[in-house]
C-alpha cells in the first residue's frame, strides 16, 4: 500500500471565490496552474503553481481565484503514512505552504498526464510521484531546520520556553541580536508564518493539552495560556482548530 488516498485534479473557474468550508478529512494539494488568495489558520496567502499545501481536518479555509482559475492536484493520506509524518520535527498543522519548487510543479504535471493516461500502470505511478511530493516537501523542512540560523533558534527556544509569556518583536530582536525587522523577515521565510501566528499556535497547543486532560474551566486556562481573556482566546482557538475550545473539548472527551 503507497499510503495515498483518494487523488484527484480539481478545476476551478477564473476569479470564482469559494467561501469560507471545512473537511473532514486533512488534504494536500499541489497547484499545478493558475494561482489563488487563500485565508486559513489566520494567514491570508497567496498560491502559485509549484506550491505544495497542507490544509488540516476541520481547518476553516476560504479561497479566491485568479484570472487564470487554478488546476489542483489534491490527495489525502493513510493513518500509517500520516503517523510517519506526525514523526516529522516539522509543524504540518501551522504549514499550509509546505514547499514551493519547481521539481514539485514537474511531479505535478506528471500526474496530471498519467491521470488522463489512466492505463493499467498509472496508479501506481502516480501514487510513487505523490510519495516523492512528500519526499520532496519533507527533505524542505528538514534544510529549513537544519539551516536556521543559531539566532533564530535561540528566539524560538525562547517562545518555546513559556508561550504564555506577554513578548514583542523588540523582546525577541534583543534576545536574537538582529534588528525587529531582520527578525520578522527571517522568521516568517524560514517557518512560513509570522511570529504572532506561531505564538498563538503555541498558546492553543499548550491550551489544547489543559483542554484534553483537566476539567479547569476555560476561563483559567485561557488566563494561563497567556490570552487576554475568554473572548481572545476564543478567536485564537477557531483561527487554528476552527471550533470554540468548549466544542472541541466535548469532542475530545
Not at 72 to 84: E, M, N, R
Not at 202 to 220: E, F, I, N, S
Request: net charge positive; glycine share 6%.
Amino acid at each position: 500500500m503507497s499510503g495515498i488516498l483518494d487523488l484527484h485534479v480539481s478545476r476551478y473557474a477564473a476569479g470564482a471565490d469559494m467561501h469560507p468550508h471545512r473537511h473532514d478529512q486533512a488534504w494536500f494539494c499541489l497547484i499545478v496552474e493558475g494561482g489563488y488568495e487563500e485565508r486559513i489558520l489566520g494567514m491570508r496567502n497567496t498560491h502559485l503553481p509549484g506550491d505544495l499545501l497542507y490544509c488540516p481536518a476541520q481547518a476553516e479555509h476560504a479561497q479566491r481565484f485568479g484570472a487564470k482559475g487554478a488546476k489542483k492536484i489534491i490527495f489525502a493520506i493513510d493513518d500509517h503514512l500520516a503517523g510517519l509524518l506526525h514523526e516529522h520535527a516539522a509543524r504540518l498543522d501551522g504549514r499550509p505552504l509546505l514547499r514551493r519548487s519547481d521539481t514539485l510543479l514537474a511531479l505535478g504535471r506528471r500526474v496530471d498526464s498519467e491521470l488522463a493516461l489512466d492505463d493499467p500502470y498509472s496508479s501506481s505511478a502516480i501514487a510513487s510521484m505523490a510519495l516523492d511530493m512528500l519526499g520532496h516537501a519533507a527533505r524542505g523542512l528538514d534544510d529549513a531546520c537544519r539551516y536556521e540560523p543559531r539566532w533564530l533558534r535561540r528566539v524560538r527556544d525562547y517562545l518555546h520556553e513559556d508561550p504564555s509569556r506577554d513578548v514583542s518583536l523588540d523582546t525577541l530582536a534583543a534576545v536574537a541580536g538582529r534588528h525587529p525587522v531582520h527578525l520578522a523577515r527571517s522568521f516568517r521565510q524560514f517557518h512560513q508564518c509570522t511570529v504572532g501566528d506561531y505564538v498563538r499556535r503555541l498558546r492553543v497547543d499548550q491550551a489544547a493539552l489543559l483542554l484534553r486532560t483537566t476539567r479547569r474551566p476555560l476561563l483559567d486556562i485561557a488566563l494561563d495560556c497567556g490570552f487576554a481573556g475568554a473572548a481572545q482566546f476564543s478567536r485564537s482557538f477557531r483561527a487554528v482548530h476552527a471550533t470554540t475550545p468548549s466544542a472541541w473539548r466535548a469532542a475530545m472527551r
